[in-house]
T-cell receptor, first 117, second 112 residues
Framework: DADVTQTPRNRITKTGKRIMLECSQTKGHDRMYWYRQDPGLGLRLIYYSFDVKDINKGEISDGYSVSRQAQAKFSLSLESAIPNQTALYFC????????????????FGPGTRLLVL | QQPVQSPQAVILREGEDAVINCSSSKALYSVHWYRQKHGEAPVFLMILLKGGEQMRHEKISASFNEKKQQSSLYLTASQLSYSGTYFCGQIITQGGSEKLVFGKGTKLTVNP
């Protein structure tokens, strides 16, 4: 079974609709992330969470919100979807070994391909 | 704050070598390399830590020049399986917390 799962894997929605993307992990990591990927722009960080009570905005958080329901679950919501939110969305988790600054390794889910019409 | 990768794209024949560079305007404590094959999620390759050794993943190696604030990924005797987009990442501190920021990626195509 995959350690990081995302649902749905593909979604088509209409402008103005609310949509939620879900991420679950069985790795026992405290840190979780949401990225979006657009051609030529790499991976851009939307939100990240270092534990259940800690939520932080990334580079491009406008138009998105998140919820960390439990250590294992981190959801991304688009309150009112717009066409330029069409993208590939990745969830990731990471370990962060104490005392090893900068040695974080991220584990990505399979991605959710979202099309907003 | 995003690291800069070069080149943006590389096309090789199987067996040829390539170098992908990653540079930063900020001091680097570590450089992270990931590879994303077409239609798949990014996968961790290696981390280079400040003061650490040159790292290797199969036949792919990387170096880290702290003074120049850059890292290079060396792909020798390339295989078809090397095709994909390579991302470097750096840890930045913002608002008291650290996060990993990725470059825009270098697309590597290895042809038979």
């Amino acid at each position: 079974d995959a350690d990081v799962t995302q649902t749905p894997r593909n979604r088509i929605t209409k402008t103005g609709k609310r949509i939620m993307l879900e991420c679950s992990q069985t790795k026992g990591h405290d840190r979780m992330y949401w990225y979006r990927q657009d051609p030529g722009l790499g991976l851009r960080l939307i939100y990240y969470s270092f534990d259940v009570k800690d939520i932080n905005k990334g580079e491009i958080s406008d138009g998105y919100s998140v919820s960390r329901q439990a250590q294992a679950k981190f959801s991304l919501s688009l309150e009112s979807a717009i066409p330029n939110q069409t993208a590939l969305y990745f969830c990731a988790t990471s370990d962060f070994p104490p005392g090893l600054a900068g040695s974080e390794t991220q584990y990505f889910g399979p991605g959710t391909r979202l099309l907003v019409l | 704050q995003q690291p800069v990768q070069s080149p943006q794209a590389v096309i090789l024949r199987e067996g040829e070598d390539a170098v992908i560079n990653c540079s930063s305007s900020k001091a680097l404590y570590s450089v992270h390399w990931y590879r994303q094959k077409h239609g798949e999620a990014p996968v961790f390759l290696m981390i280079l830590l400040k003061g650490g050794e040159q790292m290797r993943h199969e036949k792919i190696s990387a170096s880290f020049n702290e003074k120049k604030q850059q890292s290079s990924l060396y792909l020798t005797a390339s295989q078809l399986s090397y095709s994909g987009t390579y991302f470097c990442g750096q840890i930045i501190t913002q608002g008291g917390s650290e996060k990993l920021v990725f470059g825009k990626g270098t697309k590597l195509t290895v042809n038979p």
